[in-house]
């Protein structure tokens, strides 16, 4: 039947024209791969299309930001904000030490409140009924009594689910309870116990503010000699809003006076082509004028030099005099960051006169220069009043920084698991191990998200309190959805891939490789670590290329728990850069792009990391073939 089937009638006659089935089982295989390929170049082509038109919009775009002036305010607005940073920071220390010496109060505080508020929720939906019974009418008087006794009656189950309080005394917490279990419907006001500890609190930390007094005044008076400044920032800022607004008025209407004449030169009928053509002529800009209000600020510069000039000198006044000691942790460090950037930022101050001096609005923005800032940039900021950067560094880093995590954990473990599971286990052990390992790959990463956020990032972070790991860089940690935590993740990710892959080149070791060592004396361990692993390590080495391409793409993982904060590290922590939040390129696509209008600057660059992706990926993915052949070979 099978030959019936397979034979034609007049089989000479389909020879003689070029046919045949095994022909015709090459074409169809043939033609699978071919589409293949051309899918793959469709998307190469969509990914070039959508993506190379960005860098000639962001270039007008970073045009705009110098000749509206807004990159010379700018040197005056970033040196603004270093100084409100720097405010924020040691405001934080002193409170931190303030809060720090009231550390018992403040607990003492807290707990009582909890109690309180625990309990007066319980309450609160039938407090609520009874009001509204109450002042209804005097027929809802019934339904009002019915009420404050079912609350009277169900107040102390209230008691089953309190929050600790290992800083109460048990008579204190004993009080608290008793008066809420006593306490009338009618009354909403804080027992007298719970506002007694606030006022202990407040108390507290008015003694311990005493001794800061001179500290207090230090940093009021840091951050009031940024007065002129900000003063300047905010007159220039709002002159330059308004020509980048009219700008940015005439670009649009003349970006749709072009696509009315591109309708029209493609247009079917005469009297379509004469409308759109029309329409085109009406929709000309005036162009704005923008030697004025540069005119105006270049006539400022001097005067706005000066303001820098005397800030400058006001800080290295107060420099030496802001560098606190304090004796809480937490205030130390950071007192010991401020100390540390205050340097930076008295540099900064010092050279923004130059800068001043030197910028020139008539400077042209070559497409390399867009090319250039976003390759180099260090922000990442879109849809602001002021201007839009697009920087891809903090994504490239951030992805980086989770991928080494990820390998340094996922590579002992795979390869480690690998060579056991091929050299030493026993058939038994097989069994069990390697599904395990890939049974992994079935967990969706959106669990694994999932247990990011509520097992290991709130295991991490307990862990990062213990006061005997408090010497560790990074601890304890500030977030505890960071850098670690998604690199944590992503090697569990990982492991299935190395494991297999390097299992595969351990398995392809020809036997005559071990029989040889063996032979002459070798030992298993000897045979293992010193012939077949030196033997398997380029497919090893594929393995592990290929991990790093599983991880450096991955989206639902990072997007979930790395913390999604646009800035690079912090590298003068050391190690502990590892436990600061980051976003990353993959999660920044995700997030963003079913948001952006489809055709803006923000959405071609979300397609230029795309590409800058699909390239990292695509080379590590030719090394490990390379690698994977020369171990064939």
């Known amino acids: 039947m099978s030959e019936h089937l397979s034979t034609p009638k007049n089989p000479d006659a389909f020879r003689r024209r070029g046919f045949s089935g095994e022909r015709l089982i090459r074409y169809f295989f043939a033609s699978n791969a071919g589409l293949t390929i051309l899918i793959f170049v469709l998307i190469i082509a969509f990914l ?10 962001y270039k007008r775009e970073l045009e705009i930001y110098r000749i509206t002036g807004m990159e010379y305010v700018d040197i005056s607005r970033n040196n603004l904000t270093s100084h409100e940073q720097l405010v924020s920071v040691l405001n934080r220390a002193y409170y931190a030490e303030i809060n720090g010496q009231a550390d018992r109060e403040l607990q003492r505080t807290k707990e009582s409140a909890a109690i309180y508020t625990a309990m007066d929720e319980f309450g609160a939906a039938l407090r609520d009924q009874y009001f509204t019974a109450i002042d209804s009418n005097s027929q809802e008087l019934a339904v009002a009594e019915s009420i404050k006794q079912k609350y009277s009656t169900l107040m102390p189950l209230s008691v089953k689910n309190l929050p600790a309080s290992p800083n109460l005394t048990r008579e204190e917490r004993q009080a608290i309870i008793d008066t809420m279990l006593t306490r009338s419907i009618e009354i909403e006001d804080t027992p007298d116990l719970v506002a007694v500890m606030a006022s202990e609190y407040a108390t507290a930390r008015q003694k311990f503010a005493a001794p800061l007094t001179a500290n207090r005044a230090l940093i009021d008076e840091f951050d009031a000699s940024a007065g002129e400044l900000s003063k300047r920032v905010s007159e220039m800022t709002k002159k330059v809003i308004l020509t980048k607004d009219a700008l940015a008025k005439a670009d649009i209407i003349e970006r749709d006076r072009k696509t009315l004449l591109a309708a029209a030169a493609s247009a079917k009928t ?22 004025a209000p540069m005119a105006e600020l270049m006539h400022a510069r001097s005067e706005c030099a000066s303001i820098h000039q005397e800030l400058a000198a006001k800080v290295q006044e107060l420099s030496a005099k802001l560098a606190f000691s304090y004796q809480q942790p937490e205030a130390k460090k950071l007192s010991s960051v401020a100390t540390r950037a205050l340097p930076i930022y008295l540099s900064e101050l010092q050279q923004a006169p130059q800068l001043l001096e030197k ?8 497409l390399s220069a867009a090319i250039r800032s976003f390759l180099t940039g260090k922000n990442w900021i879109t849809g602001g009043e002021w201007q839009d950067f697009y920087g891809i560094l903090p994504l490239l880093i951030g992805s980086l920084m989770i991928a080494v995590v990820a390998l340094i954990i996922g590579i002992p473990a795979g390869v480690g698991a690998a060579i056991y599971t091929n050299q030493f286990a026993s058939a038994r052990e097989q069994k069990i191990i390697k599904p395990v390992i890939e049974f992994i790959q079935a967990i969706p990463s959106v669990v694994l998200g999932f247990i990011g956020i509520f097992v290991l990032g709130n295991a991490l972070r307990e862990l990062s309190t213990v006061e005997a790991l408090s010497w560790f860089p990074g601890f304890p940690m500030e977030e505890r959805l960071n850098i670690f935590t998604a690199g944590c993740l992503l090697a569990l990710m990982s492991i299935p891939t190395i494991f297999s892959l390097s299992e595969d080149a351990i398995n392809n070791v020809p036997s005559a490789y071990s029989e040889a060592s063996e032979a002459l004396g070798a030992s298993k361990l000897q045979t293992t670590f010193k012939v077949v692993i030196p033997a398997a390590f380029s497919g090893i080495l594929a393995a592990i290329l290929l991990g790093f391409g599983r991880v450096i793409g991955e989206t639902m993982v990072v997007l979930l728990v790395a913390g999604n904060r646009i800035k690079i590290p912090d590298f003068s922590s050391g190690i502990g850069a590892f436990f600061q939040p980051a976003h990353t390129m993959t999660g920044i696509i995700a997030q963003e792009l079913g948001e952006v209008p489809i055709g803006s600057v923000h959405y071609r660059a979300l397609f230029v990391v795309g590409i800058f992706l699909f390239t990292i990926v695509l080379c590590v993915n030719a090394i490990a073939h390379r690698y994977s052949n020369k171990m064939k070979h």
């Open 270 to 291: 005469l009297e379509e082509r004469d409308r759109l053509t029309k329409d085109a002529e009406a929709a000309i800009a005036e162009v704005p004028d923008v030697a």
């Open 48 to 57: 070039l299309k959508e993506g190379l038109g960005f860098f000639p919009s």
């Open 359 to 366: 910028w020139d609005s008539h400077l042209p923005v070559n």
